[in-house]
């Protein structure tokens, strides 16, 4: 039998971090429910030696990096908890990432392959089974797949056969993508929509849109993104043929530099195609070496009103947590700090 080791975080009371082990077995007795198949997914493309866990079961995470036959690194991750309007599995679309975003975690890192569909579905068979174990009240909720750990999904040739594999087990899912400017992103996004169009659960996109300047969005992002003109175009499809899901997330991580533009907002992403998904920086250590800082409070709240009163719709769920915010949990954070203890070597890029 697989065991994964969960390291249960708290803060001592002297401020140092602590560890309470625990060895938590990965299969666990059929039940008759449809997790029942992931719970006995044989996980034949990736391992892992252990899990950290944060928070508590008001506001919670498990975060793990799991490790691919070939040596590559991924993050997954569990949010869960009863302040949380649903529970979230993360999983990841590729070893490294070929963006260069300069507040992920990530973003030095060499671009190493692409997931398969396979691995991509394993990392929710993991999880599932790690949470039956730990959080068994959890791992039979309704739990929403978010596909924003490691990679880029759309530069992913096999992220459609991976959902697929995914809507076999009717999880409501979201993939989140920075929209490099490629025919692959645009092939993957309208084969998504011809997804979404006829699923009976719900398929999110989300664009990490990062700024309302073209200029700062590509230069935050490293690499050549799509026009805001270009989603524009993409919005209005999505809404002709999406059954559920009509509005397109749009997703500003709002650092101090973040340039807000009203006027381009206002003439490319208009509120019957898009909605805006405002989050704090989360403080990351590529962040910081990049000179990057949280936005203060005020301005955040003085421009979600902006954006409500001209019509769209602001969704605060994105907010980080208390969890998160303390163990500064932004994506990918977990990864690098247990390929820091485990000594596993980080390949980066270039200069």
Known sequence: MTRIQVHDVRRSKDGKDIMNLEHIPIEVPTREHYFDVLERCELKSLSASQAWGYGDRTDGVVELAALSKDGGMIEIG?????????????????????????????????????????????????????????????????????????????????????????????????????????????????????????????????????????????????????????????????????SIRKQVNLSLILTEDCPIDFEIARRCFSPEYFCFRFRDYVTTSHGQRNEKAQMQSERVLELKEQFRSEGYRVTDDATPTPTEQEWQLASNVTRRRMMVSFGQKIDLKKK
């Not at 699923?199 to 026009?227: D, F, K, W």
């Open 78 to 242: 569990s949010y869960y908890g009863t302040t949380k309007p649903k529970s979230i599995i993360k999983i990841s679309s590729q070893i490294g990432c070929p963006a260069s975003c300069k507040f992920c975690e990530v973003g030095d890192e060499k671009f190493k392959r692409n997931l398969t569909a396979t691995e991509m579905f394993e990392q929710v068979g993991m999880m599932v089974q790690i949470l039956s174990s730990y959080l068994p009240e959890y791992s039979r909720s309704p739990h929403k797949i978010n596909i924003a750990g490691t990679g880029e999904p759309l530069l992913n040739p096999n992220i459609i056969d991976g959902m697929k594999l995914l809507m076999s087990h009717n999880f409501t899912l979201k993939m989140c993508s920075i929209m490099p400017s490629s025919p692959l992103v645009l092939r993957n996004f309208h084969e998504l929509a011809s997804l979404a169009s006829d699923y009976h659960m719900p398929i999110q996109p989300q664009v990490s849109l990062l700024s309302l300047n073209e200029e700062h969005r590509r230069t935050t992002a490293g690499i050549r993104l799509l026009s805001f003109d270009e989603l524009s175009k993409l919005g209005r499809s999505w809404n002709e043929r999406s």
